[in-house]
């Protein structure tokens, strides 16, 4: 198991780096310049200077990198130009519908193949078991006073039975 979980990070961390990169090869390999498309074709010189000052495009190629990656690390994902807003404000804002919908995902998932080994009697977990016993006795999966009404009532069975 630990293996796994060392795996599933490492797996994670290689993603995450990949799509950091490409966000950044991106960037350059649109035609344009990117202060001139960030200002708007009529900018003014002093305006793209200010962008490409703050967005560090007069650097070399390699320090634009290392400080695009830093500020990403650190959770400063720049601001938004068309709201005018931080990046990172935006996508707090709208976390914790997301997380909401991946929950219900996961969950929608989750019952049949619990019911499955429930039914085909399969080695599992106590977890899984105990999981399987709840949706077996009809126990809303939503409704987390049921749950926990339940668990309590059944905590005997769910720490003897493995």
Known sequence: MARYLIVRLGLGLVTIVGVVLLTFVLQFSLPGDPARRIAGPRASPE??????????????????????????????????????????????????ATAAEQTDAVVEEMIPEFARLYATGEKRSPATAAVAQLISEGVDPN????????????????????
């Open 47 to 96: 305006v793209l200077a200010t962008v490409r000052a703050n967005l560090h495009l007069d650097d070399p190629i390699g320090s634009q990198l290392v400080t695009y990656v830093s500020d990403v690390a650190q959770g400063d994902l720049g601001v938004s130009y068309i709201r005018r807003r931080p990046v990172i404000d935006l996508v707090m804002e709208r976390l914790p």
């Open 143 to 162: 409704d987390a006073e049921a749950i926990d009404a339940w668990i309590e009532t059944n905590r005997h069975r769910l720490t003897d039975d493995s």
